[in-house]
Structure formats: structure tokens, C-alpha cells
């Protein structure tokens, strides 16, 4: 199930999430996606948690007549080769509001 990671942009465990998605992850760079993913209504931040602890997030630009296009996808090392970020597009497509999805 994914969480809402919007408002949790800033921490520092989805700061690391996110850097392992982008390219020289500086921490300038860091703060200005996790700005984007707080203040722009068109993005959206998600994540997955194991055993409380989050393990992945999905970072989208959604459009109003459903389609998604990826942001950023990744996985902590720890957890990757297990599926997780197949599941957490998954979720995406069986929440209902999603038409199409493209990265």
C-alpha cells in the first residue's frame, strides 16, 4: 500500500530514496525536488514501508485526465531484486484514477 510522502519530502530518509534516483544528488538538488513534490499540486510522492520503515518511494507528475508519467523510482539497496518498486506501480494502476502511465 502506498503512503502519502508529500508533507515528509524534507526528511532525511526520503531525501536518501530520492537520491538514489537522481543523477549527483546534491544536497541543493535534494531540497529543490522535495520543494517541487511539497508546493506543486500536479506531483505526487509516494512511498512503501516494511516493518514501519520506509523501503521505497514513487515520485509522479499526474495530469488531470489521469495520465502519470514517473518521476523518480527507487528502492533502498537492502530491499531491491524483491519486487518493490513492480508493487509500487501496481498500486498506482489499482488506485482508479490512473489512465495511463509513462516514465
Known amino acids: ?4 510522502l508529500r508533507n515528509r519530502a524534507n526528511e532525511p530518509v526520503v531525501q536518501e530514496l530520492l537520491s ?3 543523477g549527483m544528488p546534491v544536497p541543493e538538488k ?3 525536488i522535495a520543494k517541487s513534490y ?3 499540486a500536479n506531483l505526487a510522492l509516494w512511498g512503501v514501508e516494511d ?3 520506509l523501503i521505497g518511494c514513487l515520485g ?3 495530469s488531470p485526465h489521469g495520465d502519470v508519467v514517473i518521476l523518480h523510482l527507487s528502492v533502498h539497496p537492502a530491499y531491491r531484486r524483491r519486487y518493490v518498486a513492480s508493487r509500487m506501480i501496481e498500486s498506482l494502476l489499482q488506485s482508479g484514477a490512473v489512465q495511463t502511465v509513462s516514465a
Open 20 to 22: 538514489y534516483a537522481i
Open 60 to 62: 509522479v507528475r499526474c
Open 38 to 40: 511539497r508546493e506543486d
Open 1 to 4: 500500500m502506498l503512503i502519502d
Open 30 to 32: 535534494l531540497k529543490q
Open 51 to 53: 516493518d514501519g520503515s
